[in-house]
């Protein structure tokens, strides 16, 4: 229900973070879910649970005593990271969470192009079967991402090709979610949530060109290509894959579907790159150098 205690995991964290404000802002009753209690942000209504992460299934089940919606923020990339989920949800069921709130990701499948997707597809199988009330947020690639994309000598280079991604921004995500956490008749749905447009690399290029002054170039790598460059790195395969397939997704088409879920929740238009990049300038500050 809309009224009772809400728990927040990632509260630490880029979108846990920005939900728990907006909560707080809403005088909303929360719990903020964290492993770091020191570090956890100080918000009026809001209450502090800490656990030892989603492999500390009996600590996460404590830190919940009370909560009856869970915004349940994906664990970062690992090898595990379904086992992960699945402990935590177990355990927030056992705990007495009703309805969990899932951040997934678009077009989550077990055979998704891109890599990590695969992981949202088998959280979400476990989520339908544990019993709770659901609702998923499938996301598109952040836009707060699209500046990380480019190196500070100013070429994207991925295996995008032509094809195109519907971004949007963490703030336009947060909003979603704390109207799906406050809000009734949810329990279900799954919902895409993209920006309003849906762009190529050499496109993001040039956003990127007209914010920083600079020429900024996407060079289309093949996929071999992409790996070589990325294993020097050091970072496991896994990690790697799941780098070199955000630009296969793109190139098959998989993230460039636009939903008009931020407008039907929010009554506006979302965050359009370019509008971004000119209010976030510090996302591109390692692109403003002189040679």
Same mark, same amino acid.
């Given at each position: 229900?809309?009224?009772?205690?809400?728990?927040?995991?990632? @509260?630490?964290?880029?979108?846990?973070g920005?939900v728990a404000?907006?909560?707080?802002?809403?005088?909303?009753? =929360?719990?903020?879910?964290?492993?770091?209690?020191?570090?956890?942000p100080?918000?009026?209504?809001? =209450?502090?649970?800490?656990?030892?992460?989603?492999?500390?299934p009996?600590?996460f089940?404590?830190?919940?005593?009370?909560v009856?919606t869970?915004?349940?923020?994906?664990?970062?990339?690992?090898?595990?990271r !379904?086992?992960?989920? =699945?402990?935590?949800?177990?355990?927030?069921?056992?705990?007495?969470?009703?309805?969990?709130?899932y951040?997934?990701?678009?077009?989550?499948?077990?055979?998704?192009?891109?890599?990590?997707?695969?992981d949202?597809?088998h959280?979400?199988?476990?989520?339908?079967?544990?019993?709770?009330?659901?609702?998923?947020?499938?996301?598109?690639?952040y836009?707060?991402?699209?500046?990380?994309?480019?190196?500070?000598?100013?070429?994207?280079?991925?295996?995008? #090709?032509?094809?195109?991604v519907? @971004?949007v921004?963490?703030?336009?995500?947060a909003?979603?979610?704390?109207a !799906?956490?406050?809000?009734?008749?949810?329990? #279900?749905?799954?919902?895409?949530?993209?920006g309003?447009?849906?762009?190529?690399?050499?496109? @993001?290029a040039?956003?990127?060109?007209?914010?920083?002054g600079?020429?900024?170039?996407?060079?289309?790598e093949?996929?071999?290509?992409a790996f070589?460059?990325?294993?020097?790195?050091?970072?496991?395969?896994? !990690?790697?894959? #799941?780098? !070199?397939?955000?630009?296969?997704a793109i190139?098959?088409?998989?993230?460039?579907?636009i939903?008009?879920?931020?407008?039907?929740?929010?009554?506006?238009?979302? =965050?359009?790159?370019?509008?971004?990049?000119?209010?976030?300038?510090?996302?591109?500050?390692?692109?403003?150098h002189?040679?």
């Amino acid at each position: 229900m809309a009224d009772e205690l809400i728990g927040v995991t990632g @509260a630490t964290g880029a979108v846990g973070g920005r939900v728990a404000r907006r909560l707080a802002d809403h005088r909303i009753e =929360q719990r903020l879910l964290v492993r770091d209690e020191a570090g956890a942000p100080s918000l009026e209504h809001a =209450q502090v649970g800490g656990f030892g992460g989603y492999d500390d299934p009996d600590g996460f089940g404590r830190a919940l005593d009370g909560v009856g919606t869970l915004l349940f923020v994906s664990a970062a990339e690992d090898p595990a990271r !379904v086992l992960l989920h =699945q402990k935590a949800i177990d355990a927030a069921v056992a705990a007495g969470v009703r309805r969990i709130v899932y951040t997934s990701f678009v077009n989550a499948a077990p055979d998704a192009t891109f890599t990590f997707a695969r992981d949202h597809f088998h959280t979400e199988e476990h989520i339908k079967a544990s019993g709770a009330a659901w609702t998923f947020l499938r996301h598109n690639l952040y836009i707060d991402f699209v500046p990380l994309l480019c190196p500070a000598d100013g070429v994207i280079r991925g295996p995008a #090709g032509d094809g195109r991604v519907a @971004a949007v921004s963490r703030d336009d995500i947060a909003d979603v979610a704390v109207a !799906v956490l406050t809000g009734t008749e949810h329990d #279900g749905e799954t919902y895409d949530i993209t920006g309003i447009e849906a762009f190529t690399l050499t496109e @993001a290029a040039a956003e990127l060109s007209r914010a920083t002054g600079r020429r900024i170039a996407f060079e289309d790598e093949t996929i071999e290509e992409a790996f070589a460059s990325r294993r020097p790195t050091g970072e496991p395969d896994y !990690v790697v894959e #799941g780098w !070199v397939t955000t630009y296969t997704a793109i190139a098959a088409g998989d993230l460039e579907t636009i939903s008009d879920c931020v407008e039907r929740f929010l009554d506006r238009e979302p =965050q359009r790159l370019g509008d971004w990049l000119r209010a976030n300038p510090e996302s591109y500050r390692h692109l403003l150098h002189t040679a």
